[in-house]
């Protein structure tokens, strides 16, 4: 797997993702808010498998000399 999940992308699907979670336990919104672990899981190990589908990489990977 290689990275395709850049820095602010990464941070906005952990807050969106965690606010979703929190959202579903205290029963503000239904069973559905649960799907807030797919962006929490996909911004903590950095990879995305629609980005490769849809050619979108938000990486900015820095190769070293």
Known sequence: MKSNVGGIDKIARI??????????????????????????????????????LLGINTCSMKKSA
Do not use: H
């Not at 899981?41 to 950095?46: A, Y």
């Open 15 to 52: 807050v969106i993702g965690l606010a979703l979670i929190a959202l579903a336990a205290t029963g503000t919104v239904g069973v559905w808010g649960y799907i807030g672990i797919v962006p929490v899981l996909t911004g903590l190990f950095n990879f995305c498998p629609l980005y490769p």
